[in-house]
C-alpha cells in the first residue's frame, strides 16, 4: 500500500511541474497530461526493472556504456567526414540511439553468464543463489510426463524453453496429419500446465543459432551456452549430448529406475495375456508396462497365476522379467479374472527369447 502511494506521489508531481514550467510550449493543461504520462511510464519501467536479475541488471548497465562510447567514436567519424548539416546530426543521434540499444539488448541477455560470486562483498552471496538451467526438448514435452515430474517437486533450477523448440512444436501442431497435431497440442497443454505449475521456474529464451540448422545441435549450443542440463527421452540426443560433454536427464532413464525391484526366487501374481516367442511361453504385463516371460504358461492364457521369478534382464530399452509356472503346486490359486493393468500394445512384447541372457527386442514405450 505504501508503495502505490509513493508511485502515486510521483506520477502527480511530475505532472504539476510539468503543468507549472511548461516544458513543451503547450496549453497548461495538455503539459500536465504529458507529464502524468512520463511518470506513468517512469512507474511501468521501474515496474519492469524489479522482475530483472541482479546480473541482467549489470550486464544491460555494462552493455549500454560500452554502446555510447562506441557510438561516441562513430560520432566523431561521421563530424569529419559529412559537412555541417541537419543529416550530420541525425546521423550521430541515431548512431547513439541504436549503439546504446544494442548494447543494453546484448548485456541483458548475457548478463547470466556473469559470475558476481567471484566479486565477494555484497555479490558473495549470488553464489548459493545461482540458478541451475533445464533446457527441455520437443520430444520430451510431447511426451507429458515432465509436467508429472515438475508438480512433485523433485525438478529444481529454472526451466528453460528454447523459441526454435517452440517453432518446431507449432509445426507439429500445424500438421496435416492428425496424429502429429495432436501430439503438437498436447505438446501446447503441457507447457500451460508447466507454467501453471508453482515449483518451477519457466523462461523463454530467444538464443539461436543460425549456422547450425538441426534442433538436437541448437540444443546442445545452448545448453553449452548456459552450462545447463538437456531433459530429454530421445535416445540419439542422449548419446550425442554425452559425447560433446553435456549433461543429460533422460526420463526414460529416470522411469526404468523407479521400477520395483525384483529377486530371482520371488513369488509374483501376474495375468498371462499371450503367448512367447518360444515353446510353451506365456507373456504378462505389470502395471508399469514390463513384460514378465514365464515358462509354462502357455496354456494359461486368459488367467491370473502364481509364478517364481527366476532372473531379471536390465537392458537399456528397459526391464524384462522371466519366471516360471509350477503346473504342480498352482492348484485352487488361478484365477480368470485379470486384475487392473497397463497392457502395452507393442508387437514387439511377443518377441520374447526364452533365454534370460539373449537380449530382448522390448518396445519404446516412450508416450507420443
Given at each position: 500500500m505504501d508503495v502505490?502511494?509513493?508511485?502515486?506521489?510521483?506520477?502527480?508531481?511530475?505532472?504539476?511541474?510539468?503543468?507549472?514550467?511548461?516544458?513543451?510550449?503547450?496549453?497548461?493543461?495538455?503539459?500536465?497530461?504529458?507529464?502524468?504520462?512520463?511518470?506513468?511510464?517512469?512507474?511501468?519501467?521501474?515496474w519492469r526493472l524489479r522482475a530483472i536479475s541482479l546480473k541482467r541488471l549489470i550486464g544491460a548497465a555494462i552493455g549500454s556504456v560500452l554502446g555510447i562510447i562506441g557510438a561516441y567514436f562513430f560520432a566523431l567519424v561521421i563530424r569529419n567526414s559529412l559537412s555541417p548539416s541537419p543529416m550530420?546530426?541525425?546521423?550521430?543521434?541515431?548512431?547513439?540511439?541504436?549503439?546504446?540499444?544494442?548494447?543494453?539488448?546484448?548485456?541483458?541477455?548475457?548478463?547470466?553468464?556473469?559470475?558476481?560470486?567471484?566479486?565477494?562483498?555484497?555479490?558473495?552471496?549470488?553464489?548459493?543463489?545461482?540458478?541451475?538451467?533445464?533446457?527441455?526438448d520437443t520430444s520430451v514435452i510431447i511426451d507429458g510426463r515432465i509436467a508429472d515430474i515438475a508438480e512433485t517437486g523433485f525438478l529444481d533450477g529454472l526451466i528453460v524453453i528454447p523459441q526454435f523448440v517452440?517453432?518446431?512444436?507449432?509445426?507439429?501442431?500445424?500438421?496435416?496429419?492428425?496424429?502429429?497435431?495432436?501430439?503438437g497440442r498436447r505438446g501446447l497443454d503441457i507447457l500451460q500446465r508447466l507454467q501453471?505449475?508453482?515449483?518451477?521456474?519457466?523462461?523463454?529464451?530467444?538464443?539461436?543459432?543460425?549456422?547450425?540448422r538441426e534442433v538436437d545441435m541448437k540444443l546442445i549450443e545452448l545448453a553449452k551456452l548456459y552450462?545447463?542440463?538437456?531433459?530429454?527421452?530421445?535416445?540419439?540426443?542422449?548419446?550425442?549430448?554425452?559425447?560433446?560433454?553435456?549433461?543429460?536427464?533422460?526420463?526414460?532413464?529416470?522411469?526404468?529406475s523407479l521400477k520395483p525391484i525384483v529377486l530371482p526366487g520371488e513369488v509374483m501374481r501376474v495375468f498371462i495375456l499371450k503367448e512367447g516367442k518360444e515353446y510353451n511361453q506365456g507373456v504378462a504385463y505389470?502395471?508399469?508396462?514390463?513384460?514378465?516371460?514365464?515358462?509354462?504358461?502357455r496354456?494359461?492364457?486368459?488367467?491370473?497365476?502364481?509364478?517364481?521369478?527366476?532372473?531379471?534382464?536390465?537392458?537399456?530399452?528397459g526391464k524384462m522379467i522371466f519366471g516360471k509356472w509350477d503346473e504342480r503346486g498352482a492348484g485352487h490359486r488361478e484365477s480368470k479374472s485379470p486384475p487392473p493393468v497397463a497392457?502395452?500394445?507393442?508387437?514387439?512384447?511377443?518377441?520374447?527369447?526364452?533365454?534370460?541372457?539373449?537380449?530382448?527386442?522390448?518396445?519404446?514405450?516412450a508416450a507420443d
Amino acid at each position: 500500500m505504501d508503495v502505490l502511494l509513493i508511485r502515486s506521489l510521483f506520477v502527480l508531481i511530475v505532472g504539476i511541474i510539468c503543468y507549472l514550467i511548461h516544458p513543451f510550449n503547450l496549453p497548461s493543461s495538455l503539459n500536465g497530461a504529458v507529464g502524468l504520462l512520463i511518470g506513468s511510464a517512469i512507474i511501468v519501467f521501474e515496474w519492469r526493472l524489479r522482475a530483472i536479475s541482479l546480473k541482467r541488471l549489470i550486464g544491460a548497465a555494462i552493455g549500454s556504456v560500452l554502446g555510447i562510447i562506441g557510438a561516441y567514436f562513430f560520432a566523431l567519424v561521421i563530424r569529419n567526414s559529412l559537412s555541417p548539416s541537419p543529416m550530420q546530426s541525425f546521423l550521430q543521434i541515431m548512431v547513439m540511439l541504436v549503439m546504446a540499444y544494442v548494447g543494453l539488448a546484448v548485456g541483458a541477455n548475457k548478463g547470466d553468464m556473469l559470475n558476481l560470486a567471484a566479486l565477494g562483498g555484497i555479490f558473495g552471496g549470488e553464489k548459493s543463489g545461482r540458478k541451475s538451467f533445464k533446457i527441455l526438448d520437443t520430444s520430451v514435452i510431447i511426451d507429458g510426463r515432465i509436467a508429472d515430474i515438475a508438480e512433485t517437486g523433485f525438478l529444481d533450477g529454472l526451466i528453460v524453453i528454447p523459441q526454435f523448440v517452440l517453432r518446431e512444436l507449432q509445426l507439429v501442431a500445424d500438421s496435416a496429419d492428425s496424429l502429429k497435431r495432436n501430439r503438437g497440442r498436447r505438446g501446447l497443454d503441457i507447457l500451460q500446465r508447466l507454467q501453471k505449475t508453482a515449483s518451477v521456474q519457466i523462461q523463454i529464451v530467444e538464443d539461436d543459432f543460425p549456422s547450425v540448422r538441426e534442433v538436437d545441435m541448437k540444443l546442445i549450443e545452448l545448453a553449452k551456452l548456459y552450462e545447463g542440463k538437456i531433459i530429454t527421452n530421445d535416445f540419439n540426443l542422449n548419446k550425442i549430448a554425452q559425447l560433446q560433454g553435456v549433461a543429460v536427464l533422460n526420463i526414460n532413464e529416470l522411469a526404468n529406475s523407479l521400477k520395483p525391484i525384483v529377486l530371482p526366487g520371488e513369488v509374483m501374481r501376474v495375468f498371462i495375456l499371450k503367448e512367447g516367442k518360444e515353446y510353451n511361453q506365456g507373456v504378462a504385463y505389470l502395471d508399469d508396462g514390463t513384460m514378465v516371460v514365464v515358462d509354462n504358461a502357455r496354456k494359461m492364457i486368459g488367467k491370473t497365476i502364481d509364478i517364481s521369478v527366476t532372473s531379471v534382464l536390465q537392458t537399456t530399452a528397459g526391464k524384462m522379467i522371466f519366471g516360471k509356472w509350477d503346473e504342480r503346486g498352482a492348484g485352487h490359486r488361478e484365477s480368470k479374472s485379470p486384475p487392473p493393468v497397463a497392457v502395452p500394445t507393442a508387437a514387439a512384447a511377443s518377441e520374447a527369447p526364452s533365454d534370460p541372457g539373449k537380449k530382448p527386442a522390448v518396445a519404446d514405450r516412450a508416450a507420443d
